[in-house]
């Protein structure tokens, strides 16, 4: 069959190696997939999933000698045996199930494997087929030498890759394509390489440390790590998935029908997306994780566990490409690549020759440097945007209003160079909170309205006080004394010194009272969330680095408050519904679907005043001209576009897969009402969002003019804020 395209320049940072036990562990994993009736296990329509021979021409243990080339040979033959009971998994579930549509056969398929994971060994049933023998045996071989953090951080990743499944068989059986958004964060889930991750820790006998594990580096680590894998295989897979096994879950596709462009253009941009993870990754890990280890005082264990697992995945990087440019399964006809003569390893790229242009990392590289700030971009016409849903707003608007301008008298917020109280009244922060809750009490409300109101001056106190001057110690000095001000429970706070700090301090104690502890937490986390990521955009400023596309969407999501604001409105009725259902695929792509459509409506509005009045990196538009190299207009058109597709998704969601998550967990009618009523609520939010957007005076080129011209120097009071005090004569 003629390739559907050229494979394009890849972008590798190092090379791969070799473990020398690969020959012991072809022998081993070609034995065991026997003894686990892999080799004979039958398909729906006659002949075998498998058979000696295809394994063989597979060669899943040269790819697992690939990407682990320092382990032992029992290590390497029990992550071969791993890799080849998770292919086997892909196989057989397509054969069984995605070529016959049978969803109902595929959720009981699933719902049994799991079950072989439970601790309780009494649970575990006896297996009944080639998947379940080879999960049982493996799970049985390999957690005792685990920590209980590990198992469940590897429960979960070995469940996703099953369970959402469900998610490619439904697109398959509704002929749909998902938009790149939703795939991206679909792909991690289901495309297995966050198991991957997993295994590399038991592969390199280190296990990342469990403060460290949650934390923003070692999550964007783990989330750049597999997006890169992802995408290597979609290029490497197009031809087997897409053209001979019918499939729609594949980035080459989804980009040729998000921008209806030829297959090679859409495979060039795959590569494009591959690299700029990549550039993440290499980011991350130099830069992210150091600071990360030093601000913890990590321990000398601790430093060489996470050293090592950003080694391994390292290595998982260039050893996959390397197999996937050879393995009979993909089309990959001249992309192995061969270790360039001379010495290898750490300090000996000197030796080597260089290449004769650039690699792509570097060049992407440069480009997200060499923006200009304060260029004069002009205002941006805004096109037609899609929003589905009408605008409600709250009776009690104005009696918000002359709220929200009294509390943030009190606050301070209008006494500092921040904001005056002229600017404040035209931002109408009150209107936005009555249109996302119409039907809240007066009191609720106006807690909203102020919630609003300290998050807005939050995101303008930390650019002019700390992102002026580079002052980034004196951001995060500033963002560590902040939780002080929510104590869980509710219990003394230390004297405010900053309007950011006493707005704060008022707004937790009327919140968090009426609040259960496991809420209160919840909501704290929020808010946290969103000021830390301001630190992330200050350090990105600092820089003069445009964002990665994927790093931005999901952190933009931190930055514009979306949990904290979409939290207000489950205060009322914050544990009715069960929290495993909050994180289901269906409640997060409903919440992130609503999400991005308010956070691009802001990057639309407030192009002009972030990148040219305010020297901003951080605007989608921005993020998409860098990334695509097109002018300003395309790349407003691209927001706008995927700021349909993602309502459209949500409009799905509503229709089609929430009625279906009622069914699966059985739930009861006053959960199946607080979902319903959630749902309603972020249409509100949304459309509520877009039209204070289209109101305000914030974002108007005549209130930009007037907010920067000089005026006297600002002299705020708080932690790290002496460098902008008058020296004393």
């Not at 397509?94 to 016959?100: H, I, V």
């Not at 600017?423 to 102020?450: Q, T, Y």
């Not at 990665?548 to 409105?569: H, K, N, Q």
């Not at 459209?648 to 059985?666: C, K, N, T």
Request: a negative charge.
């Amino acid at each position: 069959m003629r390739p559907p395209f050229a494979l394009p320049e890849f972008y590798l940072s190092h090379p791969a190696r070799l473990n020398p036990h690969v020959e012991r562990a072809r022998e081993h994993s070609t034995a065991w997939a026997g003894r686990m009736g892999m080799l004979d296990a039958p398909r729906p329509g006659g002949g075998v999933v498998w058979d000696e021979a295809a394994l063989a021409e597979m060669d899943y243990a040269l790819m697992c000698a690939y990407t682990h080339p320092d382990c032992d040979g029992p290590t390497l033959e029990l992550i071969t045996d791993w890799y080849v009971w998770v292919f086997f998994f892909d196989d057989d579930f397509l054969e069984r199930f995605k070529y016959s549509r049978d969803l109902a056969g595929a959720k009981a398929h699933l719902d049994r494997l799991e079950l072989f994971m439970a601790d309780d060994d009494r649970a575990r049933p006896e297996p009944r087929n080639a998947a379940e023998a080879g999960l049982a045996d493996l799970w049985e071989r390999t957690v005792p030498s685990m920590s209980p953090q590990w198992r469940r951080r590897f429960v979960t990743s070995t469940h996703d890759l099953m369970a959402e499944s469900m998610w490619e068989l439904d697109n398959i059986d509704r002929g749909r394509i998902a938009n790149p958004i939703e795939y991206v964060q679909m792909r991690r889930r289901v495309g297995g390489a966050p198991w991957s991750a997993n295994l590399v820790e038991y592969a390199v006998g280190a296990e990342v440390p469990d403060r460290f594990a949650g934390t923003r580096p070692l999550r964007v680590l783990c989330d750049a790590f597999s997006d890169a894998v992802h995408l290597r295989n979609d290029l490497f897979s197009y031809q087997r998935e897409v053209q001979q096994e019918g499939e729609n879950s594949n980035a080459v596709l989804v980009f040729e029908r998000f921008f209806g462009c030829s297959t090679q253009e859409a495979a060039n941009l795959v590569n494009d997306l591959l690299t700029s993870r990549l550039e993440q990754f290499e980011h991350t890990a130099t830069a992210e994780v150091p600071a990360l280890l030093a601000e913890h005082a990590a321990s000398p264990q601790e430093l060489y566990a996470v050293a090592a697992y950003v080694k391994g995945l390292q290595d998982w990087q260039s050893g996959g490409h390397e197999w996937h440019a050879r393995s009979s399964r993909y089309m990959n006809e001249g992309a192995a690549t061969a270790v360039p003569p001379g010495p290898t390893g750490l300090g000996t790229s000197a030796a080597r020759p260089a290449p004769a242009t650039p690699v792509p990392g570097l060049r992407r590289r440069a480009r997200r440097h060499e923006h200009r700030p304060f260029a004069p971009v002009g205002h941006l016409p805004l096109p037609d945007l899609h929003m589905p849903y009408p605008v409600r707003t709250s009776p009690h608007l104005d009696a918000a209003r002359r709220h929200i301008l009294d509390w943030a008298r009190t606050m301070g917020m209008l006494d500092e160079a921040v904001w005056d109280e002229e600017r404040f009244v035209g931002f109408d922060l009150a209107h936005c909170a009555a249109m996302i809750h119409p039907e809240a009490a007066p009191e609720r409300l106006n807690l909203s309205a102020d919630w609003l109101t300290w998050g807005t001056y939050g995101d303008d106190y930390f650019p002019v006080v700390f992102g002026t001057r580079r002052d980034l110690a004196g951001a995060w000095l500033c963002n560590e004394r902040l939780p002080s001000f929510m104590p869980l429970d509710l219990g003394p706070v230390p004297t405010p010194v900053n309007p950011l700090e006493r707005g704060l301090a008022d707004l937790w104690r009327r919140t968090a009272e009426p609040m259960t502890m496991s809420a209160r937490r919840r909501f704290r986390t929020a808010v946290t969330d969103m000021t830390s990521s301001w630190l992330w955009e200050l350090a990105n400023q600092a820089q003069n680095r445009i964002p990665d596309p994927v790093d931005y969407i999901e952190m933009r999501r931190r930055t514009f408050g979306s949990d904290m604001t979409m939290s207000l409105a489950r205060l009322e009725h914050p544990d009715v519904i069960p929290e495993h259902v909050h994180r289901t695929r269906v409640i997060r792509e409903l919440e992130t679907a609503a999400q991005d459509y308010a956070c691009f409506t802001n990057d639309l509005f407030s192009y002009q005043k972030e990148v040219q009045f305010e020297g901003e990196v951080h605007n989608l538009v921005l993020v998409v001209e860098n990334f695509l190299d097109i002018d300003r207009i395309k790349a407003r058109d691209i927001v706008a576009d995927l700021m349909t597709e993602r309502v459209h998704q949500f409009e799905r969601i509503i229709a089609h897969d929430l009625p279906r998550l009622f069914e699966e967990h059985d739930l009861d009618a006053p959960a199946r009402r607080l979902l319903s009523r959630h749902a309603e609520d972020l249409k509100d939010w949304m459309s509520g969002i877009l039209e204070w957007h289209r109101t305000c005076v914030r974002y108007g080129e005549p209130e930009l003019k007037r907010h920067h011209t000089p005026s006297p120097p600002f002299t705020p009071a708080g932690p790290g804020t002496s460098a902008f005090r008058p020296p004393r004569p």
